[in-house]
């Protein structure tokens, strides 16, 4: 069976006692629950009852820790046990609304016709105002064919929906971008294209997502080639960004001079021949990568990069390990060398535990969580989409990458993705970037 993250909420009640909460929280830990949001929803003389968020592995670890909890008894009850995250994508998680209201006969008039017509007639002689009077200018498509979707596979461009829809969903949090899914039935790049291009007026960007390789490659190049306007595949740049950023905070922390550093990147798709790609155009000289798949690995050398013979060798050799594999547990405790940067990114479930990885004594580890494209793609738009940019250029994303760095707190080897100035300063030094470009 494939394991998969169970997370649930848990509402119990607890007498209202000191230690009598330090007891439910060891009764989750002791049988491998961990921990999330705890909101107190009632506060009485006798009891209290919170929602405790808890991650697990499984179901049957999630059956322990509903058993390790009653079974502490002396007033503790679970109440109820509820999925959070289902009921979180009942109905779906977007939605597109008006701006407008429409209260009388005259807002009718001008929202819609006839005073709509002027409107249209002064797009039609100055095209260039479709920027100014539509949308346009700040909806960005986010387009899947639903073959890597997460490290899930090909699921399908429907079942990839949520992950699309929660993309559109921090476009507008972080960005006030509207983000529009464009689910396609194809993979077939000259398909892709063509439909891409004939759609695109609608939208300032287009941003490919989960999107496998290695076709995606070539659909990313083809669209940025004959397209107006700015088109990044995030599972391979904004991804890039994001572990360019994390690769510079740990070089500086484990006092790496990053030009000399030994990476080692497991799984060349999308993201991990972008990885390599990016640190290599940033001055990295040796990377190493390897890949299942011989295709990738000579895609990897086609552009610089050297190979290892097998994983155990890559963990051997390497300061910095990087996986982008989809391959749950990959990486094994044994294999992590002492002082090693592990960043084990894939999702939903990563290579190895972050945790698990210091315990074997890594200097730094992370999972696909915390290193996580949120953290570029919707600053990148922003900036691009703020410069009017034709395209996303490598200059843009080192840019972004820089801002990333400099809005990382000291100690910590990224930002916080719900920090909204990180996003206002990955889109400040974007559009600054694209628009000395543009002068
Ligand atoms: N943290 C983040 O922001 C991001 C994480 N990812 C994660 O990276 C993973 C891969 O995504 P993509 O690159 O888009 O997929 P992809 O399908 O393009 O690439 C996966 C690659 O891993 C290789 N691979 C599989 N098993 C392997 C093994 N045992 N050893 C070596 N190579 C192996 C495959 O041959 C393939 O080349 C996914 O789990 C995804 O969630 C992707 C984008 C962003
Ligand atoms: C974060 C993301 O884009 C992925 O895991 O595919
Ligand atoms: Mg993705």
């Keep these: 069976m494939t394991e998969r993250q169970v997370i649930r909420t848990l509402i119990v009640e607890i007498p209202s006692a000191p230690g009598s909460f330090a007891k439910v929280a060891t009764a989750i830990g002791n049988v491998g629950g961990d921990i999330g949001d705890i909101k107190t929803i009632k506060i009485g ?30 007033g503790v009850k679970i109440l109820a046990v509820t999925d959070d995250v289902l009921k979180a994508h009942e109905g779906g998680k977007i939605h597109m609304k008006s701006k407008t209201d429409v209260r009388s ?42 073959t890597a979707v ?32 464009v ?6 790049p000259d398909k892709v294209v063509e439909t891409v291009k004939h759609i695109h007026q609608s939208y300032g960007a287009i941003l490919l997502e989960d999107i496998g390789s290695p076709h995606c490659f070539e659909i990313e190049e083809r669209l940025k080639a004959e397209l107006p306007i700015p088109v990044m595949h995030d599972d391979q740049h904004g991804t890039a960004v994001v572990t360019l950023a994390s690769f510079l905070t740990a070089c500086k922390a484990a006092e790496i001079d ?82 090693q940067v592990i960043l084990a990114l894939s999702n939903p479930h ?44 490598y200059a843009m994303l080192i840019a972004a990458a820089e801002a990333i760095v400099d809005n990382t707190r000291p100690g910590d080897l990224v930002p916080n993705a719900l ?7 990955v889109a400040e030094a974007v559009e600054r970037v694209a628009s000395i470009k543009a002068k």
Excluded: W
Excluded at 354 to 369: K, M, N, V, Y
Excluded at 419 to 425: D, F, T
């Design 183 to 188: 689910l396609l039935d194809t993979s077939d």
């Design 419 to 425: 920090n909204p100035a990180v996003h206002q300063a």
């Design 258 to 339: 990053p030009a000399k550093a030994v990476v080692g990147q497991i799984g060349l798709g999308a993201a991990g021949i972008a990885i390599c790609r990016m640190l290599m155009a940033y001055g990295v000289k040796d990377v190493f990568g390897i890949d299942l798949n011989e295709e990738a690995v000579n895609r990897l050398k086609g552009y610089g990069g050297k190979t290892m013979d097998s994983l155990n060798d890559l963990m051997d050799t390497c300061d910095i390990v990087i996986a982008t594999t989809g391959v749950q547990g990959l990486i094994k405790p044994e294999m992590v060398k002492k002082g």
């Design 45 to 74: 003389t006798l009891s209290t009852v919170r929602d405790i968020t808890v991650v697990c592995e499984d179901d049957d670890e999630l059956n322990a820790v509903v058993s390790e909890v009653e079974a502490l008894g002396n």
């Design 350 to 393: 990563p290579e190895i535990r972050p945790e698990d990885a210091l315990e074997a004594g890594a200097a730094f580890a992370a999972d696909g969580r915390l290193v996580n494209n949120v953290l570029g793609f919707p600053g990148i738009f922003r900036g691009a989409l703020n410069a009017e940019a034709k395209e996303i250029t």
């Design 150 to 181: 997460l490290g899930l596979g090909n699921i399908g461009p429907v079942a990839g929906m949520p992950v699309m829809e929660g993309k559109a969903v921090l476009f507008d949090q972080f960005a006030g971008i509207s983000g529009v899914p």
């Design 105 to 146: 006969l005259s807002d009718l008039r001008r929202v819609y016709t006839p005073g709509v017509a002027n409107v249209c007639e002064e797009i039609q002689r100055h095209p260039e105002k479709a920027r100014y009077f539509t949308s346009i200018g700040n909806t960005v498509a986010i387009v899947t064919d639903g």
